[in-house]
């Protein structure tokens, strides 16, 4: 059965960082583009940022310049480097291949 796994989450300062990984298993993960949601409480799930098996990417406007996706295809990891981190970044954020699977999410919270 496949497995998206997401870590790195936790509770930063405005203009922190924090490296969001999802680790992948069960599946030819080298092909597959990957995915990043998130979910802020009360609101529904958006496009954060992807990655398509030969590395190019595509970002939500509003963390173009702040988060960068990439992936280690001999790791079976997709990461996402999360810059100048701002309260509305607060949300739950997720993975997936676009196979219909998905991670159970790691909480990020940006507060002072």
């Known amino acids: 059965q496949v497995q998206l796994v997401e870590s790195g989450g936790g509770l930063v300062q405005p203009g922190g960082s924090l490296r969001l990984s999802c680790a992948a298993s069960?599946?030819?993960?080298?092909?597959?583009?990957m995915t990043w949601y998130r979910q802020a409480p009360g609101k529904g799930r958006d496009l954060v940022a992807s990655?398509?098996?030969?590395?190019?990417?595509n970002y939500a406007s509003s963390v173009k310049g702040r988060f960068t996706i990439s992936r280690d295809n001999s790791k079976n990891t997709v990461y996402l480097q999360m810059n100048n981190l701002k309260p509305e970044d607060t949300a739950v954020y997720y993975c997936?291949?676009?196979?219909?699977?998905w991670g159970q999410g790691t909480q990020v919270t940006v507060s002072s």
């Open positions: 069960g599946t030819i993960f080298n092909i597959d583009t």
């Open positions: 997936t291949n676009g196979r219909g699977y």
């Open positions: 990655i398509a098996s030969g590395g190019s990417t």
